[in-house]
């Protein structure tokens, strides 16, 4: 089994989508991808579709999903040479719950933890034409927001929100490998969508200045830690952390070429 959440959801079975087209079924399904191969509990899956107050129904009701989902695993089956795998093989059955299988199939966010940790430990190695290549590679894995098409419970939410924070701290330290290999003007227009979509996230908006100084544009390195400082203050009542405060100093009074080697350090602030 073949499963991608990083994006719009896609399970596949033999090559053969086995992703229903009803919005809670596709709840159903999503959650178990994001927990593939571990149990996933009755109650977990209930609040994840009704929150804390769901029917009477509602085991009965998970039944039916379940069902409707092990339908079109048969049907997947059929195009396959494994005769004797069936689909209450593949999603389980146990006490209390359910599990999804894999059977050494693909699963996109695993492939992107792997290929970032190898990103981190180029990074701690001082390698860092080979971590910008490593965290690239795993950032390519994503199409789009995760689960992008789900409508989401709580818990479908929560792991959402995990993997984006995982993809921000892996754009962070590709664009801080990138700024060690100089290249600060081809960060540019990046960096320019990134601090407009995340407002008050302070590492990209330091990595931002770092890239403006070393181009010759300390003008525009000052403006954009003014334009954070008052969005912080208006939103959050809040000023910049001191270590972005530092860099601002460091770039009123070094040139471009004597800027510092590092960026702030992250502060995720993501909206």
């Given at each position: 089994m073949d499963i991608e959440v990083l994006g719009?959801?896609?399970v596949r079975e033999n090559g053969v989508s086995i992703t229903p087209t009803a919005p809670k079924p596709r709840q159903v399904l999503a959650l178990l991808a994001l927990h593939a191969d571990q149990v996933v509990s009755v109650s977990t899956l209930t609040e994840e579709l009704w929150g804390a107050a769901p029917p009477r129904s509602a085991r009965t009701t998970l039944q039916?999903?379940?069902l409707q989902l092990r339908?079109?695993?048969a049907e997947a089956l059929?195009?396959?040479e494994n005769e004797?795998?069936?689909?209450?093989?593949?999603?389980?059955?146990?006490?209390?719950g359910y599990r999804l299988e894999t059977r050494g199939g693909t699963l996109d966010y695993r492939e992107f933890e792997r290929r970032a940790g190898a990103g981190y430990?180029?990074?701690d190695a001082e390698d860092y034409s080979g971590a910008s290549r490593r965290l690239a590679d795993a950032l390519a894995l994503w199409t789009g927001p995760a689960l992008a098409d789900i409508h989401a419970g709580s818990r479908i939410a929560?792991?959402?929100?995990?993997?984006?924070?995982a993809r921000l701290c892996a754009l962070d330290q590709r664009i801080e490998a990138d700024l060690r290999l100089g290249r600060h003007r081809e960060l540019l227009s990046e960096l320019t969508v990134?601090?407009?979509?995340?407002?008050?996230?302070?590492?990209?908006?330091g990595q931002f200045m770092l890239a403006l100084h070393r181009s010759g544009r300390r003008g525009e390195a000052l403006n954009v830690y003014q334009r954070l400082r008052a969005t912080l203050v208006s939103e959050l009542g809040l000023e910049p952390s001191a270590a972005l405060g530092r860099l601002q100093r460091s770039i009123l009074t070094t040139r471009p070429e004597a800027a510092p080697a590092q960026p702030a350090p992250r502060r995720l602030v993501t909206r």
């Open positions: 719009a959801l896609s039916t999903y379940i339908e079109l695993i059929t195009h396959g004797r795998c069936t689909a209450k093989d593949i999603l389980v059955t146990l006490p209390g430990r180029a990074m929560m792991e959402s929100k995990r993997l984006e924070e990134l601090v407009n979509q995340y407002r008050m996230h302070e590492s990209l908006h």
